[in-house]
């Protein structure tokens, strides 16, 4: 029990230090996308995941879906404002949409590019360790 419980204290402490910073304006980012990075930081300092965190996590997860039911209420009640504005809207989301999927479509062509390369050509690697 107290292993899990050091696991939800990490948790919550990088959260904490992210609201911080994102409510004294020190980073313009939301808390938690803050707080997240932090943990990640110190996942991949740590050098893996512990179980204690893996199974926090596991836990959280399973409730994941009530925790958009605030935003379904918020939606629900500004209904007039969302149908008034219905096409900027409906643009931003078909925009952001697209955009996202040129941008990993090049991501994943440079990368496969990059990793084809560097298999038909050995000395690329070594190359690249020494840079």
């Known amino acids: 029990m107290v292993p899990m419980l050091v696991a939800l204290t990490?948790?919550?402490?990088?959260?904490?230090?992210?609201e911080i910073l994102s409510r004294l304006n020190i980073i313009p980012v939301p808390g938690p996308v803050i707080?997240?990075?932090?943990?990640y930081c110190q996942i991949?300092?740590?050098?893996?995941?512990?179980d204690e965190l893996g199974s926090v996590a596991d836990r959280l997860l399973q409730f994941l879906g009530m925790l958009f039911?605030?935003?379904?209420?918020?939606?629900?009640g500004h209904l007039d404002r969302m149908s008034a504005e219905a096409l900027p809207i409906a643009?931003?989301?078909?925009?952001?949409?697209?955009m996202t999927i040129v941008a990993?479509?090049?991501?994943?062509?440079?990368i496969g590019a990059h990793a084809a390369a560097r298999h038909t050509n050995p000395?690329?690697?070594a190359q690249d360790a020494a840079a």
């Open 10 to 18: 990490k948790i919550m402490v990088w959260l904490c230090a992210g």
């Open 35 to 39: 707080g997240l990075v932090f943990l």
């Open 44 to 50: 991949t300092y740590e050098g893996s995941l512990s």
């Open 69 to 76: 039911v605030p935003a379904g209420v918020g939606v629900v």
């Open 91 to 98: 643009a931003a989301i078909i925009g952001g949409t697209a």
């Open 104 to 110: 990993t479509a090049f991501a994943a062509d440079r």
């Open 123 to 125: 000395r690329a690697e």
